[in-house]
């Protein structure tokens, strides 16, 4: 449907200065960006018209036909088939592909394109065969264990699709041609490299890294330390962090 589709602009991995901060990245194909209705605020029933791939993500993307003749894209939900009708709302059915409130879906159900902030559309469990639980409620809020093991609350009004993610499936790159393709570059070992280009860079022969710990090309350590900042607006909503040790509470 050209009426869903726009140009993906290049980055090659840099930022609005115009400067590379990521490395590795340039000289992809051109590729089409297929909108994706992660808000699903139309009141409307649908019908799944078709089943199609996506090559800017993991997982397979359903086109949807409303009953006012308007088509969108969401993520395919396990099970989903042609044909079958989904909707978005408050009474709607637990059933896959349908939308609706945290507040609304029962306890140990499966959802996927979970919402942070009520309205601003789905941000997380967006990748292929990912699924979150609803483990409870209190407070007007919803605990969700996340498929990280992370176990945190949302509010009640944010919405979430039920289901899991469809597990597409991944053959093998094939040649080093198709990585170039996808606008993946060549990546050059630290220790093949001068010291003035990367701290692992330089010595007699091979030297391995001669050091520690292992530093990135900016001389920061590479491993063990942490990156979350220490007071975040998430820390009050966690109950229970993926691993222990990480952050600021356990």
Do not use: C
Request: aromatic share 4%.
């Amino acid at each position: 449907m050209k009426k869903l589709l726009r140009i993906l602009p290049k980055q090659s991995g840099r930022g609005s200065g115009g400067r590379i901060s990521v490395r590795h990245q340039g000289g992809r194909q051109k590729q089409f960006l297929r909108e994706i209705d992660f808000l699903r605020e139309k009141r409307v029933d649908a019908v799944v018209e078709s089943i199609e791939y996506d090559p800017n993500r993991t997982a397979n993307i359903a086109r949807l036909l409303y009953k006012d003749g308007e088509r969108r894209y969401i993520l395919m939900p396990e099970g989903l088939k042609v044909g079958d009708k989904v909707g978005a709302g408050e009474t709607v059915a637990i059933a896959p592909g349908n939308a609706l409130p945290l507040a609304n879906i029962p306890v140990g159900t499966q959802v996927y394109n979970l919402e942070i902030k009520p309205g601003k559309g789905a941000q997380m469990i967006r990748s292929s065969g990912a699924a979150a639980v609803v483990q409870g409620r209190e407070n007007g809020e919803v605990v969700i264990k996340l498929p990280s093991g992370e176990v945190r609350k949302f509010l009640g009004a944010a919405y979430a699709t039920v289901g899991q993610v469809v597990k597409a499936e991944r053959g093998r790159l094939g040649k080093a041609g198709r990585k170039r393709l996808m606008g993946i570059r060549p990546r050059v070992r630290g220790v093949a490299m001068h010291p003035g280009a990367h701290p692992h860079g330089g010595g007699e022969g091979r030297s391995g890294e001669g050091m520690s710990t292992p530093k990135t090309p900016w001389g920061k350590p590479a491993r063990g330390v942490k990156t979350r900042r220490r007071r975040k607006y998430s820390d009050g909503i966690i109950i229970k962090r993926r691993r222990i040790g990480y952050g600021s509470k356990q």
